[in-house]
């Protein structure tokens, strides 16, 4: 049985993370820019609150002016709106975040139309996405980012590789398809309407799994040699009946046959929050009329 290869994504996140205070120095040193990232978070989710917390810390780490909105689960679409318009203008603010997800009385879709996409780190505008689409500049969903930075760390030259991607969310799938073909990769995008996903799986050097279901892609349905992106964070009961937390493929299963593979945790989140940091920077270059560093 071959030796899987571990994809750190702590270790990569770390490296760019460095790359993004390098960055943020120069951009601040040079020309008096100090990129500032604000987070907007309505209601109490523990999750989103304890996320939320993470990219104010790493902000400030990396040398960023992090600053958070914190609104009651009580607000409602306008009076989230005005926040919205309120940072669009604010020179100060490079970047805005708008946790999600928001409480079931707002729509989510006006509020990410709303935000100016120069500032949409998320890079949820469809602005972006058009952009990210036809190939031209613009500001790129982090995740997706992180797992193109991880495979190219992984595999060198990505083009020509078959892959398959499971899932075809906006957040993850849909742009994690365009960069793979931006990439020169051949991409087919699998979702739950697929046939036999077990079959498109065997024939694929790369595999993004990004569904959201603990463990469905099994070690039989990989390719031998091939490269494992796990996008999934899924809570589940262990055999002590504690909570643990999987990805989208069974890791075990996988140990053996994949040639490299990134663990659930420790994988691709904290590549998220990385490339966040970085795509601030980079607009906060582009707002100042600086080119953006290469990052």
Not at 46 to 65: C, D, F, I, N
């Amino acid at each position: 049985m071959a030796e899987t290869r571990l994809i750190d994504g702590k270790a990569s996140a770390a490296r760019l993370r460095t790359r993004v205070a390098e960055a943020a120095r120069a951009l601040r040193e040079r020309h008096g820019v100090v990129p500032g990232l604000a987070t907007v978070l309505v209601g109490d989710d523990p999750a989103s609150a304890v996320y939320v917390r993470s990219k104010g810390r790493s902000a400030e780490e990396a040398g960023l002016a992090s600053s958070n909105h914190v609104l009651p689960a009580s607000t409602d679409g306008a009076t989230l709106l005005r926040l919205v318009e309120r940072l669009n203008g604010a020179p100060s603010v490079h970047g805005i975040l708008v946790q999600l997800p928001l409480p079931k009385a707002i729509d989510p879709a006006p509020i990410i139309a709303a935000i100016d996409p120069a500032k949409d780190v998320d890079g949820f505008h469809a602005s972006n996405v058009g952009r990210l689409w036809r190939g031209e500049e613009g500001l790129v969903p982090c995740t997706p980012s992180g797992c193109m930075i991880l495979l190219r760390e992984t595999l060198g030259e990505l083009a020509g590789a078959e892959a398959v991607v499971l899932g075809r969310s906006t957040i993850v799938g849909k742009p994690m398809a365009a960069l793979l073909l931006a990439a020169d990769c051949t991409v087919t995008v699998a979702h739950s309407k697929s046939r036999d996903l077990a079959a498109l799986c065997r024939r694929a050097e790369i595999v993004v799994a990004a569904v959201g279901r603990p463990e469905m892609v099994r070690g039989a349905w990989l390719k031998p040699g091939a490269a494992v992106i796990d996008v999934g964070i899924n809570r589940v009961a262990g055999l002590d009946g504690k909570p643990r937390l999987v990805g989208d493929v069974a890791f075990a299963e996988a140990q053996g046959i994949a040639g490299a593979i990134t663990p659930v945790p420790g994988g691709v989140g904290p590549m998220t929050i990385a490339c966040l940091l970085r795509n601030t920077v980079i607009a906060a270059a582009r707002q100042a009329g600086v080119a953006p560093p290469a990052i």
